[in-house]
């Protein structure tokens, strides 16, 4: 079974409706990440938590929610999508750095959700 | 404000050529530097990662990549490409204040002809 699971995989909405995607992890990690990805622009941060009380914006929140559930799931929310969130969406995990290790620890990814907003 | 360029947006190459895909970062401090990989419908993974010590990196399915602070780069390289190897590449770089954010490029997607 996959690590990082995203539901929905593909999704089309219409502008206006509010839509939610969600994020489950098995990894036991405590962070965790929505990015989107558009053509010729890479990843974009959109939220970040590093646990169930900590939620952090991201470079590019506007038009975007988020709720952790719990330490293995992850919300994301459009409360009423337009045109212009029409992206690949990909939640990552990661462990929080030990003591005295790197500040970086390697993020795992899902496989991604396909929004298409008409 | 730190960022990541990757020039090369297309790359195509032979089946068994080498392979170099370029990636500068600008940043401050000692870098943390990573590369990914992204397979079509795929999530994306972990090619390899510097974050100090010996400036060539060895990582997964063949790749490396060598850290060069004067150049400010970080580029991927495979001496001979299989088709398989066929995605879109991403560099990334940790960003000031730690906390595991990343800084992606834009990414490099490699097409390999027979």
């Known amino acids: 079974d996959a690590d990082v699971t995203q539901t929905p995989r593909n999704r089309i909405t219409k502008t206006g409706k509010r839509i939610m995607l969600e994020c489950s992890q098995t990894k036991g990690h405590d962070r965790m990440y929505w990015y989107r990805q558009d053509p010729g622009l890479g990843l974009r941060l959109i939220y970040y938590s590093f646990d169930v009380k900590d939620i952090n914006k991201g470079e590019i929140s506007d038009g975007y929610s988020v709720s952790r559930q719990a330490q293995a799931k992850f919300s994301l929310s459009l409360e009423s999508a337009i045109p212009n969130q029409t992206a690949l969406y990909f939640c990552?995990?990661?462990?929080?750095?030990?003591?005295?290790?790197?500040?970086?620890?390697?993020?795992?990814f899902g496989p991604g959700t396909r929004l298409t907003v008409l | 404000a730190q960022s990541v360029t990757q020039p090369d947006i297309h790359i195509t190459v032979s089946e068994g050529a080498s392979l170099e895909l370029r990636c500068n970062y600008s940043y401050g401090a000692t870098p943390y530097l990573f590369w990914y990989v992204q397979s079509p419908g795929q999530g994306l993974q972990l090619l390899l990662k510097?974050?100090?010590?010996?400036?060539l990196v060895q990582g997964i399915k063949g790749f490396e990549a060598e850290f060069k602070r004067s150049q400010s780069s970080f580029n991927l390289r495979k001496p001979s490409v299989h088709w398989s190897d066929a995605a879109e590449y991403f560099c990334?770089?940790?960003?000031?204040?730690?906390?595991?954010?990343?800084?992606f490029g834009a990414g490099t997607r490699l097409a390999v002809h027979p």
């Open positions: 990334a770089v940790g960003a000031t204040g730690g906390y595991n954010k990343l800084i």
């Open positions: 510097y974050f100090s010590g010996d400036t």
């Open positions: 990552a995990t990661s462990a929080a750095p030990g003591q005295g290790g790197p500040l970086y620890n390697e993020q795992f």
